[in-house]
């Protein structure tokens, strides 16, 4: 796609990530085409209207690559070409044409911490101790006591190393046993891995959202983690350690510089980090002199309290944190945790997505969330997830289930029994429903999405914080002579929010604040009653200065 072709409200030289918005999809739930239950390239195409149509910039596909889906896609057997399940290569091809039609990036899922243990390069390392391909992986012999080579857990609970018994040595697995990890010390790995980035690259794809990208260095000496000492019992297995050694090292850095530099020989693509770390270490992954990811996914909104005070000290933290020239980022939801509704119910969801889209930075937005999807039962009969089974409670499922288009048999993502069940709601919570319902979620997504096309301020300006009091944050968005303020209720009471409009103003005019749009629609164009605006409860509004001609 030509730079002629990047959406009407980018700057001159701004680039598409800053301003856009991503959309996740996560290909297994999003439209089945050929009546076996589950999501496919053809798929994601024939839904590409609705995408340009809700507005988004870019579309980043959970992985397609072969796979034996131990771990549903995350456990790779081959990169370069695409799992029978979804489609083929021509699929693929066609989509990023179709998507580049319409002004859609297309973004990948990139996984490069392991592979699956049916990946030719793991069949090679596991056949004898001296084969050329052992050291692409990380074995080591049993400790002295005959066990594992040192303390570590899997991120799935249980042991990080599985022993090969025709040749008496662990491997390493940060997630299941059929997720062996690459050993990116070996150089050959490096260039292999970069070598599969090329081949997307070359076919058009306009980024990578790599997995787990903190993972990739592991400690030389392989050292036994801490133990957590404020570890509490019911929380995850691998919460018991401090993940000192096994992740998050330092030699990461130069890892990503490399990824980053073959994204480089292209054209306007983007690198983005998956990586659960607190905001000091977060930041560190722009990388030196922004040579690292060019979005290091930032997740403090999943994991922040979701109360005003809390939240305003987490967005001024983290824009004080970022480094000269980098780019926020936010995230609400994705495909590994609850959605959002499901964590702060429907009515907060509304405010969810103005806090979200309203912002300074790149905003991601989960499919399904736009239409207020929140958990979905899963009986035990249908659990898919292997996290599921190995602790039971954490399980992923719920924020799998398929996407829900309209009423009727499957809610149209299938003619056959979906892979995983349909929401109870669907045949009112659906895209054909909820389209035309001026008070929607989904209007209210597509009308935000259209306000960020519509004022810079929105989406490339400039954060300023301007209060919390109680239940209510206010901050302002600014580009040249434009100002936006957004005032969010997380409360479930009524209250009311100063207008403040007393401002310097030119003689014989003045300025006040005007509604642009609140969560629970209507009241565009609403001015302040006696200085305020009313703010119901979970109620949010965006609000722009206007100036007028002096009354009286």
Not at 40 to 63: E, I, Q
Not at 175 to 181: I, K, M, S, V, Y
Not at 284 to 298: K, T
Request: some cysteine; aromatic content about 10%; hydrophobic content about 40%.
């Amino acid at each position: 796609m030509t730079e002629d072709a990047k959406p009407a409200r980018l700057l001159a030289g701004e680039l598409w990530w800053k301003a856009g918005i991503v959309y996740q999809v996560y290909p297994r739930s999003f439209q089945d085409t050929n009546g076996d239950g589950v999501g496919d390239l053809k798929g994601v195409t024939a839904r590409l209207d609705y995408l340009a149509w809700l507005g988004v910039d870019a579309v980043w596909l959970s992985p397609v690559y072969r796979s034996p889906m131990a771990d549903y896609g995350y456990d790779v057997s081959d990169y370069c070409d695409i799992d029978p399940l979804f489609g083929t290569l021509a699929d693929f091809d066609a989509l990023v044409a179709e998507a580049h039609r319409r002004r859609l990036r297309v973004i990948m899922d990139f996984v490069p911490n392991h592979t699956s243990q049916d990946h030719p390069w793991f069949r090679e390392a596991r056949a004898s101790r001296d084969n050329p391909k052992r050291d692409w992986y990380i074995w080591r012999d049993p400790g002295p006591d005959g066990g594992p080579p040192n303390n570590w857990i899997s991120n799935f609970g249980g042991p990080a190393w599985t022993l090969d018994p025709a040749t008496g040595q662990y491997y390493y697995h940060a997630f299941l046993r059929e997720q062996p990890d690459l050993n990116w010390r070996n150089p050959q790995v490096r260039t292999a891995m970069m070598d599969v980035l090329r081949f997307w690259l070359d076919r058009g794809v306009d980024g990578f959202r790599v997995d787990v990208i903190w993972h990739l260095m592991k400690d030389e000496g392989l050292r036994d983690n801490p133990v957590n000492p404020d570890y509490v019992a019911g929380e995850p297995e691998i919460n018991s350690l401090v993940q000192l050694h096994s992740a998050d090292q330092p030699e990461v850095m130069q890892v990503i510089a490399e990824m980053r530099a073959v994204l480089e020989e292209y054209d306007a693509r983007v690198l983005i980090g998956e990586i659960y770390l607190p905001l000091e270490r977060l930041v560190a992954y722009y990388g030196v002199d922004l040579s690292g990811a060019h979005l290091p996914f930032n997740f403090q909104l999943i994991q922040t309290p979701w109360h005003a005070p809390a939240l305003a000290r987490l967005i001024e933290e983290y824009e004080a944190a970022l480094p000269e020239g980098g780019w926020p980022n936010w995230v609400l939801g994705n495909h590994d945790q609850p959605r959002i509704a499901a964590r702060v119910g429907d009515a907060q969801a509304r405010v969810a997505a103005v806090l979200l889209l309203t912002l300074r930075g790149t905003p991601t937005l989960y499919y399904g969330d736009e239409i207020g999807l929140g958990r979905v039962p899963i009986p035990p009969e249908r659990v898919r997830d292997p996290w599921e089974h190995n602790e039971p409670g954490r399980g992923r499922d719920p924020e799998r289930t398929p996407m829900q288009w309209q009423p009727g048999p499957q809610a149209g993502f299938s003619t056959v029994e979906p892979w995983l069940p349909l929401d109870p709601q669907a045949q009112t919570c659906n895209v054909e429903v909820l389209r035309d319902e001026p008070g929607s979620i989904l209007t209210l997504h597509r009308r935000l999405i259209a306000l960020r096309r519509e004022h810079a301020a929105l989406s490339v300006g400039d954060y300023r914080p301007v209060s919390v009091d109680g239940d209510v944050l206010v901050y302002e968005r600014r580009h040249a002579d434009e100002t936006i303020r957004v005032a969010l209720n997380f409360g479930h009471g009524d209250c009311k929010v100063d207008a403040d409009i007393a401002v310097a103003q030119p003689e014989g005019a003045r300025e006040g604040w005007e509604v642009l749009l609140s969560s629970a629609g209507g009241r565009r164009g609403e001015r302040p009653l006696d200085g305020h605006f009313a703010l119901a409860g979970d109620e949010a509004l965006v609000l722009i200065r206007r100036a007028a001609a002096a009354q009286g």
